[in-house]
């Protein structure tokens, strides 16, 4: 699995990086998925997480880095289902911020059990939710810090498309998809978690 995981990584990295929309805005969009990758190599062996995890942060990382080559607000599937449903935007990033609470409730529910932070598991549920609702509204404070410091060559990388709703629509998102990981994989989950401990 770990080479497949590789394989499939850095085939989506290199065509994500070859004549992207802004090189710019593809550093930006694909940095967090390279920091992944270096965390991921750095503790594969001394705290090696499950098969769910990893496919989970192996799909989080291409969904960075097609908006990366494209940018959010450029990717063609979904400006075809913009133009076909008569949509005012192109909504590729909203799947970006659904997966920034899904996926990432997964790691913390992992990291939370294993390293024994939770001593009451009714509270489990609740404080993954919170710390993914924090990571997406830091990550929003992220992306505010890099336009203002940038000016307008951040403006692919806010992906905002006029929409004033647009900060509170992707943090609502990240908490929809924290809540949906634990409701969908919570058993699976257990499952493998489990298995880790034979």
Same mark, same amino acid.
């Given at each position: 699995?770990?080479?497949?995981?590789?394989?499939?990584?850095?085939?989506?990295?290199?065509?994500?990086?070859?004549?992207p929309?802004?090189?710019?805005t593809?550093?930006?969009?694909?940095?967090?998925?390279?920091?992944?990758?270096?965390?991921?190599?750095?503790?594969?062996?001394?705290?090696?997480?499950?098969?769910?995890?990893?496919?989970?942060?192996?799909?989080?990382?291409?969904?960075?880095?097609?908006?990366?080559?494209?940018?959010?607000?450029?990717?063609?599937?979904?400006?075809?289902?913009?133009? +076909?449903?008569? =949509? #005012?935007?192109?909504?590729?990033?909203?799947? *970006?911020?659904? &997966?920034q609470? @899904?996926?990432p409730?997964?790691?913390t529910?992992?990291?939370?059990l294993?390293?024994?932070?939770?001593?009451?598991?009714?509270?489990?549920?609740?404080?993954?939710?919170?710390?993914?609702?924090?990571?997406?509204?830091? +990550?929003?404070? =992220? #992306?505010?810090?890099?336009?203002a410091?940038? *000016?307008?060559? &951040?403006?692919? @990388?806010?992906?905002?498309?006029?929409?004033?709703?647009?900060?509170q629509?992707?943090?609502?998102?990240?908490?929809?998809?924290?809540i949906?990981s634990l409701?969908?994989?919570?058993?699976?989950?257990?499952?493998?978690l489990?298995?880790?401990?034979?």
């Open positions: 699995m770990k080479y497949l995981w590789l394989i499939l990584y850095f085939l989506v990295l290199i065509w994500s990086g070859i004549n929309k802004d090189y710019f593809w550093l930006l969009e694909v940095f967090p998925a390279l920091i992944g990758l270096v965390v991921l190599g750095l503790t594969f062996k001394t705290f090696r997480l499950t098969n769910l995890t990893y496919i989970l942060i192996l799909i989080h990382c291409i969904i960075l880095m097609v908006g990366g080559h494209y940018t959010y607000a450029e990717v063609p599937l979904f400006d075809w289902l913009k133009e +076909y449903f008569e =949509l #005012e935007r192109n909504n590729y990033d909203k799947v *970006g911020h659904l &997966a609470g @899904f996926i409730a997964i790691i529910r992992e990291i939370l294993r390293k024994e932070v939770i001593v009451k598991e009714k509270w489990l549920a609740f404080i993954v939710v919170s710390i993914c609702l924090a990571i997406s509204a830091f +990550y929003e404070l =992220l #992306e505010w810090w890099v336009a410091l940038s *000016g307008e060559s &951040a403006e692919a @990388f806010l992906g905002t498309q006029g929409y004033v709703w647009d900060t629509s992707d943090m609502a998102l990240a908490l929809l998809g924290a949906l409701v969908i994989f919570t058993k699976l989950h257990d499952a493998q489990a298995e880790l401990k034979k």
